[in-house]
């Protein structure tokens, strides 16, 4: 995944340095003017923009200038910026004598090279404090585990770029040799792992082939060194880790500008939807507090993304005691599987038995959107004792992506699916088919659901 992060980390840097070049020459159109006025109107000088916003950052890149930000001195990236304003200034001399184009004023071209360097190097600054900064986030780094042959795995260690040891984490090493695959599964689920690295020249086929399996079932990508092959591959996914070439068997949505996409959506939607209901939010807080003792909001540890623990939140629609009466009612469970729904819940308040059918107790969960815990659209998150009976490595698949407000079980009649099965295959069905309009459609869905109440109890 570090691989396609990188590229679209790319993209979005260019853009913006595009964004800051149009800016800086802008703004040095408009300094040359408060300097000494007697200047041509900024249309004559537009036709540079169009040389200037593509080709600059196109030039920065071909200097070096986003390559192993973290490794470069300060000097290094003002070098990087001369040569490319060096071949930048030919350009647009290329177009003066070419397209017979003037340009009004070199000391708005003299104005916009410092400006732009200063914008530049102050973008390039932000961004090295901001990646240190969520380095340094005990959730940003990715869970990982390599497997092969400790020399591989040695090798494949030395590889590693200090960015990319910064948004991940290598949590365990199995020697695929020596150590069973299921030592490997439990490592998964101890350590709450998102991708296995397969190092080495993988000479153990059926070994290979039975851990690669355990992923696939687990929803956990696979990536294997593919250094050995020397065509391109167009499936299964083909990717760069550092030097290497990297095949991956991903049975979860790539990184891509619709996942980016998606998780601007959660987080502007839910802040929208906060504003929007903090009159409801208010009323349902003070009646609980009126109607009930104990506090307003309830926080369990639910099964996040690949099952890392996190904390939800929700209104409290039960008594203080209900973990404690939920073993005596147990015999009246009405989901198959590891999941406890009871209809006619006694443990459910007054207030609380209004608050679920209208789903407002779910309102806090907005909180955890904006947190980065849980997503507007995806599969409900579990409590962890419930996560831990799964009965089989299938049924964890619906932990390979981020968990969410609503999905395709809230739609089917939520409560009304008594089967865990059924529910799992909902989840897996919206995975396997995951797109921004089937979020769309899916939050479409969810109002009429939440109004008539389908299925809440």
Request: proline share 5%; hydrophobic share 45%.
């Amino acid at each position: 995944m570090i691989g396609r992060k990188q590229e679209i980390n790319l993209q979005f840097q260019q853009i913006v340095d595009g964004a800051l070049l149009v800016l800086a020459f802008w703004g040095a159109h408009v300094l040359r003017f408060s300097l000494a006025g007697q200047i041509p109107e900024f249309d004559s000088f537009r036709w540079m923009l169009f040389v200037i916003m593509p080709f600059g950052p196109i030039l920065l890149e071909l200097q070096g200038f986003y390559t192993h930000p973290l490794q470069k001195k300060i000097w290094r990236s003002f070098g990087q910026m001369l040569q490319a304003g060096f071949w930048l200034g030919l350009i647009l001399a290329g177009c003066m004598i070419f397209f017979r184009l003037n340009v009004p004023s070199r000391a708005v071209l003299i104005l916009f090279a410092l400006l732009s360097t200063l914008l530049l190097v102050f973008r390039e600054q932000l961004t090295l404090l901001f990646i240190r900064a969520r380095a340094r986030s005990e959730n940003y780094r990715e869970p990982v585990l390599l497997a092969g042959t400790p020399c591989d795995m040695k090798a494949l260690r030395d590889t590693l770029t200090p960015e990319q040891l910064l948004e991940m984490e290598i949590l365990g090493e199995i020697d695929i040799e020596k150590q069973p695959v299921g030592e490997m599964v439990e490592m998964l689920h101890k350590h709450s792992i998102s991708r296995v690295i397969f190092a080495g020249n993988h000479s153990h086929v059926n070994r290979l082939q039975e851990a690669i399996g355990a992923c696939e079932v687990e929803g956990v990508e696979a990536w294997l060194v593919a250094d050995f092959i020397k065509t391109s591959i167009a499936r299964p996914t083909f990717d760069v880790l550092g030097s290497r070439a990297m095949l991956v068997f991903r049975t979860t949505p790539e990184v891509s500008w619709a996942l980016m996409l998606k998780g601007m959506i959660d987080r502007v939607g839910a802040f929208c939807i906060l504003v929007v209901t903090s009159p409801v939010f208010l009323a349902a807080a003070i009646g609980i507090k009126l109607t009930s003792p104990g506090p307003v909001i309830f926080c369990q540890q639910r099964g996040g993304k690949h099952g890392r623990p996190f904390t939800m939140y929700k209104f409290r629609t039960m008594g203080t005691n209900a973990e404690m009466l939920r073993a005596e009612l147990a015999a009246q469970n009405e989901m198959s599987g590891p999941v406890f729904k009871v209809g006619n819940d006694p443990r459910v308040t007054p207030i609380g038995r209004w608050l679920r059918k209208t789903s407002i107790d779910e309102l806090p969960q907005l909180l955890n959107v904006l947190k980065g815990d849980m997503s507007l659209v995806g599969p409900r998150p579990l409590p962890l004792y419930e996560v831990a009976q799964f009965e089989n490595s299938a049924q964890r698949r619906r932990l390979s992506v981020k968990p969410g407000l609503t999905c395709l079980w809230q739609i089917s009649g939520r409560s009304n699916v008594t089967s865990f099965e059924d529910w799992v295959k909902l989840d897996l069905t919206y995975i396997d088919n995951w797109s921004i309009w089937l979020d769309l459609k899916i939050l479409f869905k969810t109002v009429p659901a939440v109004l008539f109440g389908s299925g809440a109890r």
